[in-house]
Nanobody, 122 residues
Framework: QVRAVESGGGLVQAGGSLRLSCAASESIVSIKGMGWYRQASGKQRESVALITSGTIISYADSVKGRFTISRDNAKNMVYLQMNSLKPEDTAVYYC????????????????WGQGTQVTVSS
């Protein structure tokens, strides 16, 4: 499985910004989809944003207009720019760098890392 290492989390005030980085263990040039997920305490892991090898980008409704996902194939990196952060964004954020289309949805096939903690204070 393709592995990923997340970084860039931290403590920020509501309304602030953070940029998360995800380093893939191998070339992502041929990878169809990559995505960011998050898991808040006591909640299920949820998809936040995904980007394909083409031009398709999608976001969860809760982060639309505030978060931006991007990729840099030359550096094997995926990023998540988070602006206008809210306390409800507090979670451990994970990157999966190998999403595959099964005909109805994108499914994560890459290995899960330790994630990076994002805490937003009121």
């Amino acid at each position: 499985q393709v592995r990923a290492v997340e970084s860039g989390g931290g403590l920020v005030q509501a309304g602030g910004s953070l940029r998360l980085s995800c380093a893939a263990s191998e070339s992502i040039v041929s990878i169809k989809g990559m995505g960011w997920y998050r898991q808040a305490s006591g909640k299920q892991r949820e998809s936040v944003a995904l980007i394909t090898s083409g031009t398709i980008i999608s976001y969860a409704d809760s982060v639309k207009g505030r978060f931006t996902i991007s990729r840099d194939n030359a550096k094997n990196m995926v990023y998540l720019q988070m602006n206008s952060l809210k306390p409800e964004d507090t979670a451990v954020y994970y990157c999966n760098v190998d999403l595959r289309w099964d005909g109805r949805t994108w499914r994560p096939f890459g290995s899960w890392g330790q994630g990076t903690q994002v805490t937003v204070s009121s």
